[in-house]
């Protein structure tokens, strides 16, 4: 079974800086693609950032200059940079990974929060 366990959420004034991260266990394959999905009160859950295995990354736009993903292979982890935060970025954030054999098998964290104040 695998397990995302996402650390680093929390309180922040604006324009401060988080970093999150995320260690994948229990997976007998490489997960190919890692991210950080966000989801605020009232609305549906949205990309911030993936990376898959060989580095190629995608942000959305409202984060691009700002935030920094990254991964570390070996040891199963993920991370998420966050700089110049503003309070719109308030959010559960979301571990994600996807493990692609024949079919995509996509698994999740359980969140962490984390709050801008203005």
């Known amino acids: 079974q695998v397990q995302l366990v996402e650390s680093g959420g929390g309180l922040v004034q604006a324009g401060g800086s988080l970093r999150l991260s995320c260690v994948a266990s229990g997976s007998m394959f490489s997960i190919n693609v890692m991210g950080w999905y966000r989801q605020a009160p009232g609305k549906q859950r949205e990309l911030v950032a993936r990376?898959?295995?060989?580095?190629?990354?995608n942000y959305a736009d409202s984060v691009k200059g700002r935030f920094i993903i990254s991964r570390d292979n070996a040891k199963n982890s993920v991370y998420l940079q966050m700089n110049s935060l503003k309070p719109e970025d308030t959010a559960v954030y979301y571990c994600?990974?996807?493990?692609?054999?024949?079919?995509?098998?996509?698994?999740w964290g359980q969140g962490t929060q984390v709050t801008v104040s203005s």
């Open positions: 994600w990974g996807a493990i692609v054999l024949a079919t995509a098998t996509e698994y």
């Open positions: 990376i898959a295995s060989g580095g190629t990354t």
